[in-house]
């Protein structure tokens, strides 16, 4: 199960790093979300896969019955995605607002806090 | 105890959610000014318990650490909570005659007092993943901040901003996976044992240099500062000001917190890496700053070249060094953020902040000249200001470990730093004005002026404060510094337990 994990977190990475190479800045958000899962799948993964019960007391007990999954990773892991949610609403919004000023998401063109690139050379 | 250090997190919040239900009235305004001065006076009862008790620490919810998320404040952090509630109440005030009512109702004051909050949750939190939130509780305010108002060159600066940030998080989330898998603790005192007694040594010194390349970005090292001088000069004054002097150093005070206090393993490695790192900082900052003739892309290039002075202090890893550190840390949070205030007075005066198309100012307004000449000499290290303390202690340090190549390079980025100085100097003020007109201070409205110019002479105050009496401050860095090398007492604190 780790080495699958460890695969697939392998894939989302080389596949984002690939989209964020690009020039066009929705292929950049689209790398940053697969970025941002493949760094939420490395932290339940790092809190170790166990075939066990739910982290749950069953009634009338005081602590949970035999192996159960570790939960802090779990809750990370939600807590990353909420957070990861929120900033990706933002910068779509963002990305959508610069479009339709600057009319473009190639970040070639996008030079309007920065200097031109000097192309004559 | 506990209340002592939630108050500085939690009154920024609350005035934050008041501030933002008042947006679209004058009040508003007058909201976060006094949540400011009340966020002023919670950061120093903070500090007053440091200083009488040392470390203090307390677990939220009453989980006992290493299970529940632990606040903590030793001389380091409770010195960054009190100036950044200075910087937030500076700002408070020069945005009241800054930012257009527009702007207020759109929610300006909710989004800067969230700022504050995040930030001082940053330098309080002693748990590596709570880290992580407030820094996400930082960068959405800071998003958010950097737009607001519109315009084409702010959402260009907004959207590489953005899109650098996000990365460097994510690298930084996926270190707090790993790092967690290795020692099963996400408290930092509790990491300190667990990291040094993990078998996989070599795994951990790649978790190090994650967290650098992570914490590197937000602290606008060589080679990952692009985005800072992409996007410093767009927002509001009052906004790049709190960016400049707040932001970045919460990367700094980040790498301060982890390479001394969890990733100590390898010294020679990870800390001879920074040392590079902090010089071609230093360097590429000033020459890159050399190039400008805007103002503020000026001092845009100049914190990068400064940050490197700061991680150098951490880098160089001698008591004196990182007392160095610390001081300068302080002290150029005050200068940097004072000399952007200037920036946007004097573009209220003259008109643009393109030194080319100004000029002027000493003759019209000679109270505003001699208000930057104190931060801008403090920042090139002039004695006797709070600058050439700072540069003292570092230089000082590099020569007592017989670095003379450091030295020579700390030298000479300061000798560069007085010509970028002198060149503000020169173009903005002393140069007649292009157009053939008198800049006057009348152009701005006097409650423009009032409000701007108050902040202005109070942090240039404060730096001929420390500049004529650094004794107290350099001791103070001093206790800090040792705190630094020596986190037993941190660790205690945090676990309640002798380790």
């Known amino acids: 199960m780790e080495a699958l994990t460890a695969i697939v977190i392998g894939g989302l990475t080389a596949a984002s790093v690939y989209l964020m190479l690009a020039r066009n800045f929705m292929r950049f958000l689209f790398g940053l979300v697969l970025l941002s899962n493949a760094a939420n799948l490395t932290i339940f993964a790092s809190g170790r896969m166990t075939k066990g019960h739910p982290a749950l007391v069953p009634y009338g007990e005081d602590a949970p019955l035999g192996v159960v999954g570790n939960a802090l990773p779990q809750a990370l892991v939600l807590t990353a995605i909420v957070i990861g949610f929120g900033l990706l609403a933002f910068t779509l919004a963002l990305a959508f607002e610069g479009y339709r000023r600057m009319k473009s998401v190639d970040t070639d063109e996008m030079r309007f806090a920065e200097p031109k690139e000097d192309t004559t050379k | ?499």
Do not use: C
Request: hydrophobic share 55%; no cysteine; proline share 5%.
């Open chain 2, 1 to 499: 105890m506990s209340w002592v250090l939630v108050m500085p997190i939690a009154v920024p919040f609350l005035t934050a959610v008041v501030a933002f239900l008042a947006r679209s009235y004058p009040a508003g305004r007058w909201i976060s000014l006094a949540g400011s001065v009340l966020t002023l006076i919670a950061s120093a009862v903070l500090m007053a318990a440091v200083l009488d008790e040392g470390v203090i620490a307390a677990q939220m919810s009453n989980w006992d650490a290493p299970f529940g998320i632990t606040l903590v404040a030793d001389y380091l952090s409770a010195v960054m909570v009190v100036i950044t509630a200075i910087t937030g109440l500076a700002t408070a005030i020069y945005a009241l005659g800054e930012i257009p009512e527009e702007t207020e109702a759109l929610g300006f004051y909710a989004l800067f007092q969230t700022l504050i909050a995040g930030v001082t949750g940053a330098f309080l939190t002693g748990d590596l993943f709570n880290l992580y939130v407030w820094f996400e509780v930082m960068l959405i305010a800071s998003f958010s901040l950097l737009v607001i108002g519109g315009g084409k060159e702010r959402l260009d600066a907004g959207i590489k901003y953005v899109a650098l940030n996000l990365v460097s998080t994510l690298i930084f989330l996926s270190g707090i996976g790993l790092l967690y898998g290795i020692t099963g603790t996400l408290n930092m005192a509790d990491m300190r044992d667990a990291v040094a007694n993990a078998e996989n040594q070599g795994l951990v010194t790649v978790l190090a240099m994650m967290f650098m390349v992570g914490f590197g970005v937000k602290a606008a090292v060589f080679p990952l500062f692009f985005w800072l001088p992409a996007s410093y000069h767009t927002p509001y004054f009052a906004i790049s000001a709190v960016f400049a002097g707040l932001l970045t150093k919460v990367g700094v005070y980040a790498l301060m917190r982890m390479f001394t206090l969890v990733f100590v393993g390898d010294v020679g490695f990870t800390h001879e890496i920074l040392i590079w790192v902090s010089l071609l900082t230093m360097f590429t900052g000033v020459i890159g700053a050399a190039a400008q003739t805007d103002f503020r892309k000026i001092l845009s290039f100049h914190i990068i070249s400064q940050i490197g002075y700061m991680t150098l202090g951490l880098a160089l890893f001698t008591p004196l060094a990182l007392m160095g550190g610390v001081f300068y840390l302080v002290h150029h949070i005050i200068v940097k953020a004072n000399l952007f205030f200037v920036a946007g007075l004097a573009k209220q005066y003259a008109g643009h902040t393109d030194l080319n198309r100004i000029g002027g100012l000493y003759k019209s307004a000679p109270l505003l000249a001699a208000l930057f000449i104190i931060p801008a000499f403090s920042l090139a290290g002039f004695p006797p200001l709070s600058g050439f303390w700072a540069k003292y202690l570092i230089v000082k340090a590099a020569l007592e470990l017989n670095m003379w190549f450091v030295t020579f390079v700390s030298l000479l980025v300061g000798l560069l730093t007085i010509y970028s100085m002198t060149k503000i100097w020169g173009m903005a003020f002393w140069k007649p004005h292009p157009d053939g007109i008198d800049p006057t201070p009348d152009r701005a409205p006097p409650q423009v002026t009032r409000a701007m110019i108050v902040p202005i002479a109070g942090l240039a105050l404060m730096t001929i404060i420390i500049g004529f009496y650094p004794e107290p401050f350099v001791q103070f860095a001093e206790t800090a510094a040792t705190q630094l090398l020596d986190p037993t007492d941190y660790v205690t604190t945090v676990l309640g337990v002798q380790p």
